[in-house]
């Protein structure tokens, strides 16, 4: 039906920064949200930014200001720009969306921010 395949996960000093992309494919024809979300090790899976059709970007009170998410509808990727890298940021990052009220996940991309 539709696939997501996450990348640009690494490991990275405190206060770098990675940029992560979100390609999709497959029947993308109307998706109402599409979004980033991570889990972090011992926790639960937290929403970190996501848009609708009808809404600007959201994020998550712990990244606002250091992260940002795009999209280029041309190349069907969702982009997450992570600048001033924490290491509570460390955790498997996971592209969301929604279509048709059906929720596609990608295999997640493991984001480790340590000295």
């Known amino acids: 039906q539709v696939q997501l395949v996450e990348s640009g996960g690494g490991l990275v000093q405190p206060g770098g920064s990675l940029r992560l992309s979100c390609v999709a494919s497959g029947n993308i024809f109307s998706f109402s949200r599409v979004g980033w979300y991570r889990q972090a090790p011992g926790k639960q899976r937290e929403m970190v930014a996501f848009?609708?059709?009808?809404?600007?970007?959201n994020y998550a009170d712990a990244v606002k200001g250091r992260f940002a998410m795009s999209r280029d509808n041309a190349k069907n990727t969702v982009y997450l720009q992570m600048n001033s890298l924490i290491p509570e940021d460390t955790a498997v990052y996971y592209c969301n969306l929604v279509q048709l009220g059906t929720t596609y996940w990608g295999q997640g991309t493991q984001v480790t921010v340590s000295s």
């Open positions: 848009a609708t059709s009808r809404s600007t970007s």
